[in-house]
């Protein structure tokens, strides 16, 4: 089949992950895959038959395959359910209707398989009987499997990932992204999600681009058609002409220049014109991204979302294992500091080993130390590995999703008596460990003076944050122009946050993907908002670090002040831009920009 015969389709979403791929599609959890009538050559017409019949082989052995395995888990009765599906593969009139077509009209199998199956479908849908109804979802189901094995591609999904390709998905999970294979995964596109949705998250750590919230994407891509991602701008163009690839070639050149360009100041301190220094340190979620910190010239890690080791087992894992596993992260960034977040369980973050997740509204829910406070025992596991994996180098330990301050003080009456169950029991573990918490909620904001007290240091949590107060779903594409970083609400938030935890001396960072998503424009923001660390994904650490040794804090505090008397998020992104333009010009070139 000639690619460049098809018709060039442009898709805008929302940029996620930047960065420019080219690659073939590999289709996740495809349901109806969209079927199309292709002319086939005169020359190529057995060919095509010879991939029906094979299709049709290879789904009645998938078929008994799923047969044997149903018997043996639920006996004989259970797996005649199956008994219709495999008579029908073994039709032999349905076969021969079907090499008819593609004889006849010199068209692709799947589009022949089609009409010949929805004939039949349409039989069926006449009739009222409730038995017959059902042997039509069957035969739906038996043609859905032929389908998926013409396309060359298993029902299993993502798992079967051999080649490189570019992961085309209704939605994904925070589990089905950190599964990826770096090595085959050159980018990701999907129907849902928000820029801030783990998923995004995850791409941006492995450094992988990636767009969100494409509406419709997956029902008009089909697998190995040809993609090519702008990760930057937020554009997918399917069968792309050979003057548009030209034209993302060069983009992507620009891009990589920039980034290589970038990576030679790494090193250099993260401080201003004026002297101010900021602490940079890294958001990671597995150990194996613990080489891009140093490679990027992080120093230590500001979030290690601990939850991905949990949600990525199909158990729960124990305190051994947990201490093996930190022990190890720490160890390998040391003398930086590890600042583990304990687990984030719920929301779009679920378990395998936890029953009951199911609720009306998991963002609102059993989520962060809600789940962990009720279920102590996962808790002190967790406490005690950490604890004990701090003897290694420098930890630091912070509870997620605080609403009020009870959950603190009951937090760290917990923390003191691990500590002292470790003290009896004669492990030996450190006794100085700095305990934070993160600020992602407006009832966190409003009560920061009392918890600033309570610990020795606050993370806003900025993905949170803008979704409690913003009242905007994370995740949902459809309402994400209200969901903004910049909007003077968050800025206030931010600003009254950072003065409570001063006011008591204790130091105050941001993890969230401020600086990512805002890129150059939030970076400012933050550094005159007076904050003293800033945790992000490590492909940033180097721009962010160009971006402070820029400009004076005096500046931006200045900036920062006007900014919070602005009325709307685009007044603030107006006022920043002004200021690039007429202070700061040379970071024009750090805003993301696509082709042309
Ligand atoms: C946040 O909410 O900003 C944050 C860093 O946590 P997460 O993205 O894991 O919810
Ligand atoms: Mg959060």
New binding site residues.
């Given amino acids: 089949m000639d690619m460049s015969s098809k018709k060039e389709m442009i898709f805008t979403g929302i940029p996620a992950a930047p960065g420019i791929a080219f690659g073939q599609a590999f289709v996740v959890n495809i349901d109806d895959l969209p079927v199309t009538a292709e002319p086939v050559e005169k020359n190529r017409v057995e060919d095509e038959i010879a991939r029906l019949e094979s299709a049709l082989k290879q789904t009645g052995e998938e078929l008994s395959g799923l047969h044997s395995a149903l018997a043996a888990e639920m006996g004989e009765e259970h797996a005649k359910i199956l008994d219709s599906h495999i008579m029908l593969i073994a039709d032999e009139l349905m076969k021969t209707d079907t090499i008819q077509i593609i004889r006849s009209d010199k068209v692709n199998a799947a589009y022949a398989f089609s009409r010949v199956i929805d004939k039949t479908l349409r039989a069926f849908d006449q009739m009222e009987d409730q038995y017959l109804k059902e042997r039509a979802e069957d035969i739906r189901d038996v043609k859905k499997r032929v389908i998926r094995n013409l396309f060359g591609q298993k029902v299993e999904g993502l798992a079967n990932l051999r080649r490189e390709a570019v992961v085309v998905a209704h939605n994904l999970t925070p589990a089905d992204t950190v599964g990826f294979r770096k090595k085959f995964v050159k980018a990701f596109v999907s129907d849902m999600g928000g820029s ?1 949705s ?1 998923a995004a ?1 995850i791409a941006r750590s492995m450094g992988i681009p990636a767009v969100v919230g494409l509406d419709e994407i997956s029902s008009h891509v089909k697998p190995y058609d040809k993609l090519i991602v702008d990760g930057i701008s937020g554009q997918v163009i399917l069968h792309p002409k050979e003057d548009t690839v030209a034209l993302y070639q060069q983009a992507q050149e620009r891009f990589l220049e920039m980034e290589e360009e970038l990576l030679t100041i790494k090193d250099y301190p993260a401080v201003t014109l004026d002297g101010r220094t900021i602490e940079l340190s890294a ?1 990671i979620e597995t150990i194996d991204e613990v080489e891009d910190i140093k490679s990027h010239g992080a120093k230590g890690v500001g ?1 290690f ?1 601990t939850e991905y080791f949990f949600i990525t087992r199909g158990t729960l894992p124990g305190e051994e294992e947990q201490y093996r596993y930190y022990s190890e992260v720490v160890k390998n960034v040391a003398p930086d500091p590890v600042l583990f977040r304990t687990l ?1 369980i719920g ?1 779009d973050k679920i378990a395998a080993w936890v029953d009951d997740t199911q609720e009306e509204n998991p963002f609102m829910g059993w989520r962060g130390i809600r789940f962990t406070l009720s279920r102590k025992d996962i808790f002190r596991t967790q406490l005690r590995a950490l604890y004990r994996a701090a003897v290694f180098g420098k930890v630091r330990i912070m509870f ?1 999703m605080v609403s009020v301050v009870e959950e603190v003080r009951q937090a760290m009456d917990i923390c003191r008596e691990v500590q002292e169950d470790l003290e009896r029991e004669k492990y030996q573990f450190d006794h100085n460990v700095e305990t934070g918490i ?1 600020i ?1 909620t407006p009832s966190a904001v409003a009560m920061a003076d009392v918890l600033a007290k309570e610990v020795d240091f606050f993370s806003i ?5 803008v979704q409690y107060a913003l009242a905007v779903d994370r995740g949902n594409s459809r309402i994400s122009y209200l969901y903004s970083p910049m909007h003077p609400a968050i800025l206030r938030f931010i600003n009254d946050t950072a003065r409570a935890a001063h006011d008591n001396n204790i130091w105050v960072g941001l ?3 401020m600086v990512a998503d805002a890129r150059v424009r939030g970076t400012l923001l933050l550094i005159g908002l007076g904050l003293d660390e800033f945790s992000a994904s490590a492909y940033l650490i180097p721009e962010i670090k160009k971006i402070i040794r820029s400009v004076t804090y005096d500046e931006t505090k200045f900036m920062v002040k006007m900014a919070l008397k602005k009325a709307t998020a685009t007044e603030v992104v107006e006022l920043i831009d002004r200021f690039i333009e007429e202070k700061r010009p040379e970071l024009k070139e750090l805003i993301p920009k696509g082709p042309g």
């Fill in positions: 801030t783990h998250i958001n979030l979302r984030d929301g997620p993160m992602e949590g900025s993905n949170d944050l993890c969230g993907e």
